[in-house]
């Protein structure tokens, strides 16, 4: 598994749930189009702070369970209080490398959102996540294609900053574009032909949480940008990135297609 290039800060936590709150609604139709439903247990893998751990066990209800894993202890701890204060008692989580994570029993369903695109060998990782699915069972995972987001008409800002962020995560060993390769995933782990979704967010004018959620990112990522010499912090200039992406967009009446999410799911 390639290093975590977010890290687990706190500022990181908070932009990671506002994130998902950006793009859960993606999340939640390839879910309840895969067949997430009422009263399965579910294991949720690169949980973090917790946010699709709380989605899943919404979509399996009282009945069902979720378990939610993730190497953060902090990512964790976040996550077990956002759990109590919505009264779940269907979650739990666990402290551990997915891949190294051993369960008492399997599960109805797997899933995972933007978790592959952190191995280095992503059919090997899917193949072993897999082992925890019983027979039949689910298997979901949901990454991104970041290079697939776009403005119309285009924006030089909004381009370039997507390029950096790409290419902060490729020069960090993630993939960055790994939901094109969620099929090739797939075939190489031996699961088999998966049924697939595309989703994204479609934006535009100057009220679009979309300025800030790719701002938001490049924040994130901007050490690793300046340490592998993708740009400088004077360049990125992330003070004012926020604005100035608005302001690009709003000036040519520009929609904001946002990297777009890939799914695929099929039973075991």
């Given at each position: 598994?390639?290093?975590?290039?977010?890290?687990?800060e706190?500022?990181?936590l908070?932009?990671?749930?506002?994130?998902?709150?950006?793009?859960?609604?993606?999340?939640?139709?390839?879910?309840?189009e895969?067949?997430?439903?009422?009263?399965?247990?579910?294991?949720?893998?690169?949980?973090?702070?917790?946010?699709?751990?709380?989605?899943?066990a919404?979509?399996?209800?009282?009945?069902g369970?979720?378990?939610?894993v993730?190497?953060?202890?902090?990512g964790?701890a976040?996550?077990?209080r956002?759990?109590?204060?919505?009264?779940?008692?269907?979650?739990?989580?666990?402290?551990?490398?997915?891949?190294?994570?051993?369960?008492?029993?399997p599960v109805?369903?797997?899933?995972?959102?933007l978790?592959?695109m952190?191995?280095?060998d992503?059919?090997?990782a899917?193949?072993r996540?897999?082992?925890?699915?019983?027979?039949g069972?689910l298997i979901?995972?949901?990454?991104?294609?970041?290079?697939g987001?776009?403005?119309?008409?285009?924006?030089?800002?909004f381009?370039?900053?997507?390029?950096r962020?790409?290419d902060?995560?490729a020069?960090a060993?993630?993939?960055p574009n790994?939901?094109?390769?969620?099929?090739g995933a797939f075939?190489?782990?031996?699961?088999g032909?998966?049924?697939?979704?595309?989703?994204?967010?479609?934006?535009?004018?100057p009220?679009s949480p979309a300025?800030?959620?790719?701002a938001?990112?490049?924040?994130?990522?901007?050490?690793?940008?300046?340490?592998?010499g993708?740009?400088?912090a004077?360049e990125?200039?992330?003070?004012?990135?926020?604005?100035?992406?608005?302001?690009?967009?709003?000036?040519?009446?520009?929609?904001?297609y946002t990297?777009?999410?890939i799914?695929?799911?099929?039973?075991?």
């Open positions: 598994m390639s290093d975590y290039v977010l890290g687990h706190t500022s990181e908070q932009r990671l749930i506002e994130q998902s709150e950006f793009f859960g609604v993606l999340t939640r139709q390839l879910w309840r895969a067949g997430l439903a009422a009263g399965m247990t579910v294991l949720d893998v690169g949980c973090g702070a917790g946010d699709t751990t709380l989605l899943a919404e979509l399996v209800g009282p009945t369970r979720v378990i939610g993730d190497r953060s202890a902090q964790l976040l996550a077990r956002r759990a109590e204060a919505a009264g779940l008692t269907n979650v739990e989580f666990r402290e551990a490398d997915a891949i190294e994570l051993v369960l008492e029993q109805d369903a797997l899933v995972g959102r978790v592959l952190y191995f280095r992503h059919a090997a899917l193949r996540l897999a082992d925890h699915v019983r027979p069972g979901v995972v949901q990454e991104i294609d970041t290079l987001g776009r403005c119309e008409p285009a924006g030089e800002l381009d370039l900053t997507l390029r962020v790409h902060a995560f020069a060993g993630a993939n790994m939901g094109r390769g969620l099929l075939l190489r782990a031996g699961l032909r998966p049924r697939m979704l595309l989703g994204s967010r479609v934006e535009s004018g009220d300025y800030a959620s790719l938001g990112i490049a924040r994130t990522l901007l050490p690793a940008m300046i340490a592998r993708i740009a400088t004077e990125v200039g992330i003070e004012t990135l926020v604005d100035r992406l608005r302001d690009e967009a709003v000036a040519t009446g520009a929609t904001i990297p777009p999410l799914g695929a799911w099929l039973r075991k």
